[in-house]
């Protein structure tokens, strides 16, 4: 199969524990804002089990009025969580399979480094050039513009005299 993968990083300056906690929680989903093409996240539903555990199923409806599902791969608090994206509803779902996503975070000076993966497996690979231009434009955009939302929600958090 043919697959297109992007990698971003942010350093947040919170303790990675919360930052893990707020991740993986409604409010923390329905963060992601989307950019240009790439909607954001309007609204998510648990769809039995939770957030966090293995084989749990999230309904997720987008600010364009699609949908998809994430099924929850791992869950390793503080450290690492992983998800596939599947079931589009959106013409995305003409280019991909699905999207593996895996979120680490580490402990980093002051704050935490999140560190964050994308993996999509492509239907053929004749739309290899068409997913790679949407992968390292628009969708590495939305995720580079969560980031920046990230990390304005860790500071509005931070307590005064700049330490976490």
């Known amino acids: ?18 930052v893990f906690e707020f991740l993986v929680s409604q409010e923390g ?7 240009g093409p790439i909607p954001g996240i309007a609204k998510v539903e ?4 939770s957030f966090t555990e293995p084989g749990s199923f999230i309904a ?8 998809h599902r994430e099924c929850v791969v791992s869950c390793e608090r503080p450290a ?14 003409l280019l991909i399979r699905h999207a593996d996503e895996v979120w680490t975070l580490e402990e980093h000076g002051e704050g935490c480094l ?3 993966s994308f993996e999509f497996e492509l239907r ?8 790679f231009l949407i992968a390292q434009g628009p969708f590495r955009a939305a995720v580079r513009r969560h980031h920046r939302i990230l990390r304005a929600w860790a500071d509005a958090r931070r307590p005064p005299g700049g330490t976490p």
Do not use: H, K
Not at 46 to 49: E, H, K, P, Y
Not at 82 to 89: L, T, V
Not at 124 to 131: D, F, G, T
């Open 29 to 35: 989903f329905e963060t992601f804002a989307g950019w």
């Open 1 to 18: 199969m043919m697959r297109v993968r992007i990698r971003e990083t942010a350093v947040l300056p919170m303790e990675r524990g919360e």
């Open 114 to 116: 999140l560190d964050r």
């Open 80 to 93: 690492r969580y992983a998800i596939r994206i599947q079931d589009f509803s959106s013409p995305f779902r």
């Open 60 to 67: 997720v409806t987008n600010t364009d009025g699609s949908a």
């Open 124 to 131: 053929s690979a004749l739309l290899c050039p068409l997913s």
């Open 46 to 49: 648990n769809l039995g089990g």
